[in-house]
């Protein structure tokens, strides 16, 4: 099965500096590419995700990047705020697997 | 236009009792899943229903653990004569498709074994 590992498991940033969090899988099959962010005692809340079909996707000061070659991909979030501070997690399934295999997250925690 | 309710929020067992979760998914989406977030980690996977088909269970941890979802709609996810590793806290999440859909997840119940 799938096996997805995330790194690093905490990030501590300047308060406008980026962060990145890195992502590897192991299923070449595996097509969808998922981040979610979860907030202390709170849900998990997809903010971003990229399909095999693209290399890298961008909303506002979030950006996935997908290297199908290497297995990986990253999160990029830029101009960072202390709302930001939360727990990352990433994710990924083949489209003929409804099963999403979660990374094991990284704390961000924002400096101010 | 609520999301996906879960109840209890928090639940507190005695090692060997029987507990019940609840999951009510978005209205109209057809496919739910039950996930198990250890302290610290990522959430693992459980198992899967397409309307009221179970299509996929291999991630349930022993024959005491059990799900239903017998109309398509809410469903239960049953744990029988509770371990302390059983303490986590169960997610569920629903999508509206089958292809390519984003889950969307419930707050979750902590379950506390003691």
């Known amino acids: 099965g799938e096996n997805v590992e995330q790194h690093p498991s905490t990030l501590s940033v300047q308060e406008g500096d980026s962060a990145v969090i890195k992502c590897t899988y192991s299923?070449?099959?595996?097509?969808?590419f998922p981040w979610y962010k979860q907030e202390l005692g709170k849900r998990p809340q997809l903010i971003i995700d990229?399909?095999?079909?693209?290399g890298e996707k961008k909303d506002q000061r979030i950006a996935v990047t997908l290297n199908k070659t290497a297995k990986h991909f990253s999160l990029h979030i830029t101009e960072t705020q202390p709302e930001d501070s939360a727990v990352y997690f990433c994710?990924?399934?083949?489209?003929?697997?409804?099963?999403?295999?979660f990374g094991t997250g990284t704390r961000l925690t924002i400096i101010p | 236009g609520a999301g996906v309710s879960q109840s209890p929020r928090y639940k507190v067992a005695k090692r060997g009792q029987d507990v019940a979760l609840r999951c009510d998914p978005i209205?109209?989406?057809?496919?739910l899943f039950w996930y198990q977030q250890a302290l610290g980690q990522g959430p693992e996977f459980l198992t899967y229903?397409?309307?009221?088909?179970?299509?996929?269970k291999s991630g349930l941890p022993s024959d005491r653990f059990f799900a239903e979802r017998p109309e398509g709609s809410v469903s239960t996810l049953k744990i029988q004569r509770t371990q302390q590793e059983d303490s986590a806290v169960y997610l569920c999440?629903?999508?509206?498709?089958?292809?390519?859909?984003?889950?969307?997840f419930g707050n979750g119940t902590r379950l506390t074994v003691t």
């Open positions: 999440a629903s999508t509206r498709r089958r292809v390519g859909s984003p889950l969307h």
């Open positions: 299923d070449s099959a595996s097509n969808y």
């Open positions: 990229i399909r095999s079909n693209v």
């Open positions: 994710a990924a399934k083949d489209f003929g697997n409804e099963k999403l295999t």
């Open positions: 209205s109209g989406h057809v496919s």
């Open positions: 229903f397409q309307n009221e088909a179970q299509l996929d």
